[in-house]
């Protein structure tokens, strides 16, 4: 059974520190990973995408990907309280288009 | 303005009832797939679909069924076999070349009582 694991947190930062979420997956040959942002009662919003070991930056958000250790992390730097959400991690598994989803960490931004 | 439409936003049911959540895109996306979303677990894939006239079971498709007739619409029926209908349902859609990166309907909210 391929996993996706997730700390559901609440996971609470102050406002304008550095925000870390992690995830691990169990599927040694992803290759695509994914993080989504949800507001409550919305639904997932596609935020960063990564496909090779490193890291990747997108305005305040940066995609860290390490394959030998089975792990994707998403920094969210200068936090605002509208950063407040639950972030999925999704990982392609080995079908064609099927995402495995993890349960999702719920971030509070603390002004 | 491109984007995925799902009506409608909140719908209610008797139990032993059918329903039909509509899904429609105007991105030109191939694939189109279906969510449940329970409180506190990730999202669980119901059905998808990567070309008209095509689709395949997701993870829990028992009790749910689809169609794909024409490229930008996806609708999923949630029948009476369906034990805890009772849930947030998200349609998604992609295409080349990134099919992996999902994109999001707003949702429908599903109460069956």
């Known amino acids: 059974q391929k996993e996706v694991e997730q700390n559901s947190g609440p996971l609470s930062v102050p406002e304008g520190a550095i925000a870390s979420l992690n995830c691990t997956y169990s599927d040694r040959v992803s290759q695509s990973f994914f993080w989504y942002r949800q507001y409550s009662g919305k639904s997932p919003e596609l935020i960063m995408s990564i496909y090779s070991n490193g890291d990747k930056e997108d305005g305040r958000f940066t995609a860290q990907l390490n394959k030998a250790s089975q792990y994707v992390s998403l920094l969210i730097r200068d936090s605002q309280p509208s950063d407040s959400a639950t972030y999925l991690c999704a990982v392609k598994g080995d079908s064609n288009y099927q995402l495995i989803w993890g349960a999702g960490t719920k971030l509070i931004i603390k002004p | ?113």
């Open chain 2, 1 to 113: 303005d491109g984007g995925i439409t799902q009506s409608p936003k909140y719908l209610f049911r008797k139990e032993g009832q059918n329903v039909t959540l509509s899904c429609e895109q105007n991105l030109n996306h191939d694939a189109m797939y279906w969510y449940r979303q329970d409180p506190g677990q990730g999202l669980r894939l119901i059905y998808y679909s990567q070309i008209v006239n095509d689709f395949q079971k997701g993870d829990i498709a028992e009790g749910y069924s689809v169609s794909r007739e024409k490229k930008e619409s996806f609708p999923l029926t949630v029948t009476s076999a369906q034990k805890n209908p009772t849930a947030f349902y998200l349609c998604a859609s992609s295409s080349a070349p990134r099919r992996d990166e999902q994109y999001f309907g707003p949702g429908t909210r599903l109460t069956v009582t």
